[in-house]
Structure formats: structure tokens, C-alpha cells
């Protein structure tokens, strides 16, 4: 039964033609719409008809808050959920992002680093379906994807490309691929079409010879950063015929703001163990809080809660470092699993951060270095002559922008294919016994000097 027909009968029972019967049924009829939540209309119902109408325009004005909040919906609200499949990716590219992220630790030492494992995944996604043999077998390892088939891989880097860009619609989430290749080297047309297809990615050739090659590349990853992140490209190479890139965008409010007038001066101790100066931003939010031998954390929501940011903080007798080592992809799971809702009184810094790293030595020491190997790669998926091609240099960048509103975020990633031209084995000449020497002028053949060494003495 139609629920506003159920409605203007029960209506018409109790109230007549009264002016009250004219005012409500005005608010049933606005706030009903097609994917109307039914069971609390049908409560509404239970009440009218058991007669509690003396309060009647006190609760035409609730009716209009209660109806409107649960009713005004549309397919774009309602949660997709995420298949085994994707989750299965998320957590490959986690598993294999938390080892970067130790990797990378380990090489830089005492700075700020900022890492976004899924557009270096991406990146390499693209990059794995242009590899064949050995080489992708170690970056499918390396990436921890080496369960999947190549079929199942994309499609769920596809899927997982569509949710995430539809998670949220009070977040500000984007992401984008690019491959930009040297115009006159032979690539093969179905490795662009593969990536068009699964990753949505634009496909340009360009002559790199041209100096504005580098500013057309960086224009869209500046554009496609909202401006975050200006350049990816420093300069291109005469041996680089390649660039496979990744951006990602993310802006988010706080679910819960914070308050800029309770913002104040403190300190944040370093890890010399020395303190500097910083804006502290405070509040107190009843948010999912975690504790254990090693480490505190809250998880900070962002608009419908469905991205928030998890901050985890070392207990006083460990560092940084302990707690990095200890995020293994076990520890990780279980420790997103264990939190539990609870009143925080939470004290965090503004801050910003603009990243840049070269992931060649971490991703060697990970399992990819054949890919790294001129001579040795295998990319024929991607070119007849991919033997002689192999990745050069991957490059990652990142900014990011923390206050009161929310945070503000950008990541890129470009793989650097390079080219190497099938060589000779070269003539073995070693000078290890008595030999003849001529020094002569070329044109007229004269012999200048003339001589034999039996004993090279200095």
C-alpha cells in the first residue's frame, strides 16, 4: 500500500477537514519521497491511529525533521559494498605499503616521511601488465599480488578505483592515471588499451626531444592535485621513453572540528629529545580510542565516517621506530580491529608536509630489483622490443595539510621506462705479456715512435 495513502486516511479519520489535516498532509506530502525509509513512516501510522492527537501541531513540526532526515535519500547515499575481491587488494597493497613504509624509514632517519601506498600501487599496477616473465612474477611477488591472475588483478584495481571515488560524497576523493610515452619508440597498442580500460588512464605520445614535453606532464599532474603538487617530471632523459603515473587528492572535514579559538602555543618533543613550539589543536570527542604495551591511537572520522585518519602514538617507553618496526600487516589488522568507542581528550599539532623520495634502492631491497635491470627486464608486454627496455627511476611525492578544518592531501607516483640499445659482447684485449707499440701520424702513415715493452716499469 502507497504509505501516504495509509497516512491521509488515518488523517481523515481523526481530523476531518481541519486546517491541522491540510498543514500535515502538506509535510507528508514533501517529506516522501521515492526511497523513503517505510518503517518509520509505519510507526507514524501505529501512532496516529492509536489517537494520541491533542499534541498534534507540536508534532507536525517533528514529523517534518523526522521524516525529512531519513526519507531524503537517494541511490548515490546508499553504501556499495566493498567485494572479497578488492578487499583481498587493499589488503596486498596494505601488506605491501606498510613494508615500504619500513623500508623507507630505514633509509631516511630522522625526517618527516609521507608515503600513499595505493598510488605507488597503482603506478606499479599499471607498470606489472607491461612486464612478462620474471619480471613480472617479482613485481607481482613484490607487490604481494603474485595469488592473482592478471584478469583478476585488474578487475579489482578497477573496482577498487570506482568505490573509492564514490565512498564518500562529503569527502573530496580523486584519483588519476596517466602514461605518457615517446612518441616514435614502438609501444604496443593493447598494453595502452588494457590500462585505458582498467585504470582509466589518459594515453598521450609526445616527442620528449621537445623542452615543453615535461610541462605538458606536470601541468596535469599539478592540475589534477588541485596545485598540491607541481612537478613530478624534473627533466626527461634521451634514454627514457616512458612515464607511468598516479595522483591522488583528498580533502576532508573533521566529522568532529576543531575549535580554532582553543588552539594554542605547546610543545612537541623531538626525537633528539630536544621540544619545539607548534600549534596544538584540542578537543574533547567520544571517537574509537586503542591501547596497548606498545602504542595509543584514535581514529579520527571524516565527513560520513567512511575515510578518518588513524594516528597512533608510541607509549613513553618506546619511540617512533619501535612502533614502525612493529607494523607488520598482522599487527596492523589486528590492532584496526581491537578499538573500542571512548572519551578522548585529544591534543594534536597542525602541520604540513611536502615529500619527495626515490624508491628505487627500497624497492630493490623488496624483491623488484630485475625489474631495475638494464639488459635483464622483461617488458614485452608493453613493447616488441621490451627486452631492452627496464624501469629507470620511480619517483614519489606528497603533500599534505592538517588543521582544524580537516586535512588536505596529495600523492604522485612516476615510473620512469628506460632504454637501453642491444650492445655487442665486447673483444677481450688484456696487455698481461710483452707487446709491440706504434705511434704514428694517421694521414701520412709515418711512424713517430716505435717500440716493445717486455717489462711495463714506471
Known amino acids: ?40 513512516l509505519n510507526l507514524l501510522v501505529k501512532f496516529l491511529m492509536e489517537g494520541k492527537m491533542k499534541k498534534l501541531l507540536f508534532f507536525s513540526a517533528i514529523l517534518f525533521a523526522f521524516v525529512l532526515s531519513s526519507c531524503n535519500e537517494s541511490p548515490s547515499d546508499k553504501k556499495v559494498p566493498i567485494t572479497n575481491e578488492q578487499k583481498l587488494v587493499v589488503r596486498a597493497s596494505n601488506n605491501f605499503g606498510l613494508r615500504l613504509f619500513r623500508a623507507i624509514n630505514r633509509e631516511e632517519g630522522a625526517k618527516n616521511i609521507v608515503l600513499s601506498p595505493l598510488s605507488v600501487t597503482m603506478a606499479l599496477g599499471m607498470t606489472v601488465n607491461g612486464a612478462a616473465g620474471e619480471t613480472r612474477n617479482s613485481m607481482l611477488k613484490t607487490l604481494g599480488m603474485d595469488g592473482f591472475t592478471m584478469d583478476e588483478l585488474n578487475i579489482s584495481y578497477r573496482d577498487l578505483i570506482s568505490y573509492l571515488l564514490n565512498a564518500d560524497r562529503k569527502v573530496q576523493f580523486e584519483l588519476a592515471n596517466s602514461i605518457w610515452y615517446r612518441n616514435n619508440f614502438p609501444f604496443k597498442q593493447s598494453f595502452f588499451d588494457l590500462c585505458k580500460h582498467y585504470f582509466n588512464s589518459l594515453v598521450s605520445g609526445l616527442d620528449f626531444d621537445h623542452p615543453n614535453s615535461k610541462d605538458i606532464i606536470n601541468s596535469w599532474v599539478e592540475k589534477t592535485t588541485k596545485g598540491k603538487i607541481k612537478e613530478i617530471v624534473d627533466n626527461i ?91 607488520t600487516e598482522k599487527n596492523y589488522s589486528h ?54 627496455l627496464f624501469i629507470d627511476k620511480v619517483w614519489h611525492k606528497t603533500y ?59
Request: with cysteine; aromatic share 12%; hydrophobic share 40%.
Open 237 to 327: 632523459e634521451p634514454d627514457i621513453v616512458m612515464f607511468l603515473i598516479n595522483a591522488i587528492y583528498f580533502k576532508g572535514s573533521w566529522l568532529y572540528k576543531f575549535d580554532p579559538s582553543k588552539t594554542q602555543t605547546g610543545k612537541f618533543y623531538l626525537l633528539d629529545g630536544s621540544h619545539k613550539d607548534c600549534k596544538m589543536m584540542k578537543q574533547v570527542v567520544y571517537i574509537p580510542y586503542l591501547t596497548n604495551d606498545i602504542l595509543q591511537a584514535v581514529d579520527l572520522p571524516y565527513g560520513s565516517r567512511k575515510f578518518s585518519m588513524t594516528i597512533f602514538l608510541p607509549k613513553v617507553n618506546k619511540n617512533v621506530d619501535d612502533l614502525i618496526n612493529e607494523m
Open 335 to 388: 590492532w584496526i580491529s581491537s578499538f573500542k568507542d571512548d572519551s578522548v581528550i585529544i591534543m594534536m599539532p597542525k602541520y604540513k608536509v611536502e615529500y619527495k623520495v626515490k624508491l628505487n634502492e627500497a624497492l630493490k631491497n623488496l624483491g623488484m630489483s630485475i625489474a631495475f635491470r638494464s639488459g635483464v627486464a622483461d617488458f614485452t608486454g608493453m613493447s616488441d622490443r621490451g627486452k631492452e
Open 1 to 40: 500500500m502507497n504509505p501516504n495513502f495509509r497516512i491521509e486516511k488515518c488523517f481523515e479519520e481523526k481530523l476531518g477537514s481541519s486546517f491541522s489535516k491540510i498543514l500535515i498532509l502538506s509535510l507528508i506530502e514533501f517529506c516522501v519521497p521515492k526511497y523513503c525509509n517505510l518503517f518509520k
Open 400 to 458: 599534505i595539510n592538517v588543521d582544524e578544518e580537516g586535512t588536505e592531501a596529495a600523492g604522485v607516483t612516476s615510473v620512469e621506462i628506460g632504454y637501453t640499445s642491444a650492445k655487442p659482447t665486447p673483444i677481450p684485449f688484456i696487455l698481461d705479456r710483452p707487446f709491440v707499440f706504434v705511434i704514428r701520424e694517421k694521414e701520412s702513415d709515418a711512424i713517430i715512435f716505435i717500440g716493445k715493452i717486455v717489462d711495463p716499469k714506471e
